[in-house]
């Protein structure tokens, strides 16, 4: 490393950003399709799709040629066009999805191959933060805690007895000395247990108790340690992982990513591996997160007038209230008399539902899939 | 008149359809627009438009050759295109909208020059009529009433104390003798007076009586009588009529159209002439009349699902109930968990009200009038 790269990564060249993007979104129809889902989208309140501000948060430590974006093949190209300073090796494309343990290991292997020495920081291509420094100071803390070895993640303080999250309950402090956490992170700690989305009930204890914080699905290790874990706890995954490796060296990837994936253990890496793994710690946040899970979210991130309209330009409110309106630039949006709706506009489809019924929009994505409106998903 | 005239059309040759259509239907905002107005959309519930409707319900009395359109003359070629059948000398162009007593009388003249016996049926281009036999009497009705030189209008009973038509109170029977009336028509009657719209006190006071109907803007009479009440009510109109008759006369009439035309009293036809006329008669009809006056009469004429959804082809409707959308075929319009809505969706423009804010939709074009949007009127 030269003396210039040093400066411009700092200490932290030997990080690597491995985004999930595979996802398809479908409780953003008709906005999310399956040719330009979710993370495609400007869904944090800004222009910027969520793709974008995930590599744009953490610029500061990675450069694009040490981001990794883990995509399906059909979105390619839509990944490219949306992130054209991205290396294109450095998109991996998914025959088809299995979970996020593929994906990973997958990812991991990537950076071995390339940075024997290299830590990962897999983050979701669809989260929106709202304060970005205290963001970028639980990365930097998270990444420091994993160059010890240990499979680290980040966990956020809960604001409600949300059921959708997965919960983890903190344990011992960790016993490495590391460097004080600024505003946004807390000290690192043991995770006691995982804890799958819990009802009601349990969540609102967990969220009393003070003990428990949200799995954020980011996490953080060493390409070697979490190689390692594999190995032991998902012995079929490192065998392809393998297989891809071998591969590889004599420039067959793609056909073997072709042949190995689609047998490949389907299985979420908090499951597969962060649960049974003995070296788990999370280092707590609070700045600002949300996984952007629906048009409530949406709606929520997104800037508002006084009467907490979410419009286009150019809408004509008359006695409307929290509502969130899109619609394409130019056209007219009026909307008379209602309240809390979400009303989402495209060229082929339309959506109108309270706000409070966001989750159903699946409902809408099943019906269509049930007819074969192909085009419209 | 030959035989075959005779039998063609009854003893009813001599009556001509007036038919008004020039109005804009701001109401129907985003689908009726400048250029394409409230008359020319389907309304009534099936797949043709008013303005056909209008002349369909009346052709076994009066064939496209007696019948007049008035309108404007920006809407002159769409009326032509929707009404091919018609001649194009029969659609009279306004230069500028001046009420109805200009519209009225201009017809009557051009009637009058064509058939000194003609009797005038003049009609609204956005009316509905459910029971399209029980109409049909009392039109006929109507105009043997008419024949004997009385002004003749007809009067719905209303089935509600509404505040937006105008009532007439129903006078003593009609001393001429005249064929028994059909099952929805009653007898005829004079008009004892003329209520602009009331309040809802006297509007419910009028329901009660039993002695008011509506007035449903029809009116009867001979050419050359309502001309000779205008020379008397009107004269300024009646001297405008006889400067167009003699410019038609030497085949100008175009030119002096647009020259008077602009300076003719804007009064209504009810206002200037049926309240002030001596020789009044109402024809009580009981034919499912509805004006077509906003979205909510639109949602109760269309054809609606067992959940009172009146949507397009192909719409998800999950847990909706009684709303009307509107969007251009091949467009899915997907309603979740929201009732008594109007949506209604076109190419540059969207609104969603509830349908009891109908009335509202004019603030939306107030508001695009004011900021200029004319691409949107």
């Not at 495609?40 to 450069?63: F, K, M, N, Q, Y």
């Not at 992170?185 to 914080?213: Q, T, Y």
């Amino acid at each position: 490393m030269t003396d210039d790269d040093a400066t411009r990564h700092g200490t932290d060249g030997d990080v690597w950003a491995v985004v999930m993007a595979g996802g398809q979104g479908t409780r953003f129809w008709p906005l999310s399709r399956a040719a330009h889902p979710k993370q495609l989208l400007p869904l944090g309140g800004g222009e910027e799709s969520l793709l974008r501000a995930t590599l744009r948060r953490i610029a500061d430590l990675v450069p694009p040629e040490r981001a990794l974006v883990v995509t399906s093949a059909a979105l390619r190209e839509a990944t490219l066009r949306e992130l054209p300073e991205l290396p294109p090796e450095n998109v991996l494309c998914e025959p088809v999805g299995r979970n996020t343990a593929p994906c990973v290991g997958w990812a991991a292997a990537t950076v071995a191959r390339r940075d024997p020495h290299g830590v990962l920081a897999v983050l979701a291509a669809d989260h929106h933060i709202g304060d970005e420094a205290g963001y970028l100071d639980v990365v930097r803390r998270a990444t420091e805690v994993a160059r010890g070895g240990a499979l680290v993640t980040v966990g956020i303080r809960p604001t409600r007895p949300e059921t959708g999250y997965g919960y983890l309950e903190l344990g011992e402090a960790l016993p490495i000395a590391a460097s004080a956490p600024g505003p946004g992170a807390g000290a690192a700690r043991r995770v006691a247990r995982f804890v799958e989305k819990p009802d009601r009930a349990r969540a609102e204890e967990f969220v009393r108790s003070g003990r428990f914080l949200w799995n954020s699905g980011m996490f953080f290790f060493r390409a070697d340690a979490v190689l390692a874990e594999l190995r032991t706890h998902l012995p079929e995954l490192a065998a392809g992982l393998r297989a891809l490796d071998a591969a590889a060296a004599c420039g067959r990837e793609a056909e073997e990513v072709a042949r190995v994936y689609p047998s490949l253990p389907a299985v979420s890496i908090d499951v597969g591996l962060m649960e049974k793994a003995a070296d788990v710690a999370v280092v707590p946040g609070d700045f600002g997160w949300s996984d952007v899970g629906s048009w409530t979210t949406a709606w929520e991130l997104a800037a508002k007038d006084a009467a907490g309209n979410a419009a286009p330009e150019g809408a004509v409110l008359v006695d409307a209230r929290d509502n969130l309106a899109r619609a394409r630039a130019g056209k007219v949006v009026a909307l008379v008399g209602v309240s809390g709706l979400v009303v989402v506009d495209t060229d082929d489809a339309l959506l109108v539902m309270p706000r409070e019924r966001a989750q159903d929009v699946r409902l809408v994505v099943e019906a269509l899939r049930a007819r074969g409106a192909t085009d419209k998903l």
